[in-house]
């Protein structure tokens, strides 16, 4: 044993859930195979000037047959946790009705090549790619029937493959594709439509809430045995500027003010949409029907954060009590203008939920972490990320702070098990631990995967 890293006590917990994750759309391909019909990426995706040169996931990493090979790797690298999503057009290709078991059967084969090796399959129900039928029908998320149709798909899929997966995951961040997908002037999520209002923005936002708790309901009553749902929320985190008291309360102050945290968050985990929240959106609030709050406001089994980023606070003496900061130019970041390294916003984002939630009793997965770099393969075959590792070594320190706190964080999957296509970047952007070589579909483990493969060996950060 090398002894420098027995001397540290940074350990992580003997059962911590070392894992890694990607989505049906980012890495199937095989968009016309056994059944399947077309999602609202693929014609998102199909429509000039909306993703970069034009890419589409019709091919992407091949993964639908490559899957044996990519298990395989993950076996390889130790990993033993993998988080992936189950494709809602391809289950249901008409979005509602007929159940194609064809596409079942392909993640039976799936689950069972992950079994073969003892990785345990977390399975997410939907990760963006809405059947297209169901927009054509009645504009997929601004129609409450988008709930109900979930449900189904949910009990369709769960039923079925309820004996060989119990870690369900409802809707991965619901503000990507209501928000970004309905509410933004120049559309970077499918399916690009633009609405009116802002009440009917967060319209979609709710019926996707609807759809998470019609769809945990389901899940429990479909499953053949016990079984853990979550819901995924890439919430934002309001990082306190210095960690002096009176910032770090500024930061509880702005918690439900940041991000979408106020309309999608808070209602999922404390069945009410915040009173401030709802007098600041005014006109702009959604339709809430009698019975929603109480159906969106189910109990989970943990919490799936996804965290990249994060956004500093300071105190001030002016109401709110709080500033959140902008970013000065030059502030480090990875290769997405978005993607600011703020390591403590893992911390401070499981704190939150307990402090400001008053849920310590919610056990919290690191569901994403991740980011883009400009990676580039040497002429010996290697890609030495070593800014992959200084971003992600951050984060894991960020976690293990966490948990040498007390707070209820169980686990962590890298985003993304392998390079994938990266929604209106195409392939361009660049996630993976393992670099994928297009033109070959060559899998090349990065100097990343190695080091994490290695962190997971010692159970704690190398
Ligand atoms: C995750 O979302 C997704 O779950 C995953 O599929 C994706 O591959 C991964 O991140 C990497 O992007 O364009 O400035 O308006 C991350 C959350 C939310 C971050 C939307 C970027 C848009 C910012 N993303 N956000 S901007």
Not at 44 to 62: E, L, Y
Not at 118 to 132: E, V
Not at 162 to 177: A, K, P, Q, V, Y
Not at 333 to 359: A, C, D, F, K, N
Request: charged share 20%; net charge negative; hydrophobic share 40%.
């Amino acid at each position: 044993m090398d002894r420098q890293l027995d001397l540290q006590c940074d350990r992580f917990p003997e059962d911590f859930v070392w894992g890694a994750a990607t989505s049906a759309y980012q890495i199937e391909g095989a968009a016309e195979v056994d059944g399947r019909k077309p999602s609202v990426w693929d014609t998102f995706s199909a429509t000039p000037g909306r993703v970069q040169d034009g890419q589409t996931g019709a091919i992407a990493c091949d993964h639908y047959h490559r899957y044996p090979e990519d298990i395989r790797l993950l076996a390889e690298l130790g990993i033993q946790h993998y988080r992936f999503s189950i494709s809602w057009a391809r289950v249901m290709p008409d979005g509602r009705g007929i159940v194609n078991e064809a596409a079942l059967d392909f993640y039976r084969r799936l689950v069972d090549e992950l079994r073969k090796y003892n990785i345990t399959p977390h399975a997410t129900l939907f990760h963006w790619d809405s059947p297209q039928a169901l927009e054509d029908r009645y504009g997929s998320w601004q129609s409450r029937e988008m709930a109900q149709d979930f449900a189904a798909y949910a009990e369709a899929v769960v039923s079925r493959l309820g004996d060989r997966i119990t870690h369900w995951m409802t809707l991965n961040e619901i503000m990507c594709f209501t928000h970004f997908g309905y509410g933004v002037q120049v559309p970077i999520h499918a399916p690009g439509t633009v609405v009116r209002t802002q009440k009917q923005v967060w319209q979609t936002s709710h019926h996707a809430l609807l759809a998470h708790g019609l769809g945990c309901q389901a899940i429990r009553s479909a499953s053949p045995v016990p079984c853990s749902v979550a819901l995924v929320d890439n919430f934002a985190v309001p990082v306190p500027l210095t960690e002096l008291p009176a910032d770090c309360e500024a930061a509880r102050q702005a918690f439900p003010f940041c991000g979408y945290n106020g309309g999608i968050l808070l209602p999922a985990l404390t069945g009410e949409y915040p009173s401030n929240w709802l007098a600041k959106m005014g006109e702009a609030a959604p339709e809430i029907q009698e019975g929603d709050l109480a159906t969106i406001h189910q109990p989970l089994d943990a919490l799936g954060f996804n965290v990249y980023s994060g956004v500093y606070v300071r105190a001030i003496e002016q109401a709110p009590g709080y500033e959140i900061l902008d970013f000065p130019r030059g502030y480090p970041r990875m290769h997405m203008p978005w993607l600011q390294i703020v390591p403590e916003s893992l911390y401070w984002g499981v704190r939150h939920i307990s402090e400001t939630l008053g849920r310590s009793d919610l056990p919290i997965l690191i569901t994403e972490n991740g980011c883009a770099a400009d990676d580039e393969l040497t002429a010996q075959g290697e890609v030495m990320d070593s800014d992959r590792i200084l971003y992600l070594r951050q984060y894991l320190s960020a976690s293990h702070r966490a948990i040498r706190e007390g707070y209820p964080l169980k686990g962590y999957f890298v985003w993304s098990l392998m390079d994938n296509f990266e929604w209106s970047w195409g392939y361009d952007r660049r996630f993976g631990i393992v670099y994928v070589d297009y033109a070959t579909q060559a899998r090349i483990p990065k100097a990343s995967a190695h080091w994490f493969s290695t962190c997971i060996r010692h159970n704690q950060i190398v």
